[in-house]
């Protein structure tokens, strides 16, 4: 999919809120994503790192941490909306984070972007867009996260 490609602060409030702005690619999830996850975090659970003893567990197999999936915002949100025109953009938070589905190893999921609101900031904007992280093929969202993004000139 191509992003939605804005420049500078005016191109970004011209942008209308409350509408889709578009889906990511698909991503897949794999052991080796999780495992890698697990060192960088310490959580080792054996939900997520050891699929044989997963496989009795009840998911039928290792799933992906919630806070793997939100740590695809980086990846996936400038594949959505891609912002020309700032000298700089930072990660302020995140208003609300939902994980209601589990992601299997081995799924794809992908973002869909919704931006909620642009407000002003001091020296710049912040961007409000709520991010449903789908899985392929389920029928319940991975993850649905308020992010905010601020952009300054």
């Given at each position: 999919m191509s992003a939605t490609t804005v420049n500078g602060v005016d191109g970004v409030k011209a942008l209308s809120t409350g509408e889709l702005l578009g889906y990511s690619d698909w991503v897949e999830i794999t052991q080796e994503s999780v495992n890698q996850f697990a060192d960088a975090t310490g959580d080792h659970q054996w939900l997520h790192v050891d699929p044989e003893r997963a496989k009795n567990g009840p998911f039928g197999g290792p799933i992906a941490?919630?806070?793997?999936t939100l740590s695809l915002v980086p990846l996936l949100l400038p594949q959505v909306l891609e912002l020309s025109g700032f000298s700089m953009g930072v990660n302020y938070g995140c208003d609300r984070v939902r994980f209601p589905a589990p992601v299997p190893?081995?799924?794809k999921v992908r973002a869909g972007v919704v931006l909620d609101s642009v407000t002003d900031v001091a020296g710049g904007i912040q961007l409000t867009v709520t991010m449903?992280?789908?899985i392929e093929g389920g029928t319940k969202p991975a993850?649905?996260?308020?992010?905010?993004?601020?952009?300054?000139p």
């Open positions: 941490h919630g806070y793997l190893v081995g799924s449903t992280f789908e993850c649905i996260a308020t992010i905010l993004v601020r952009q300054y």
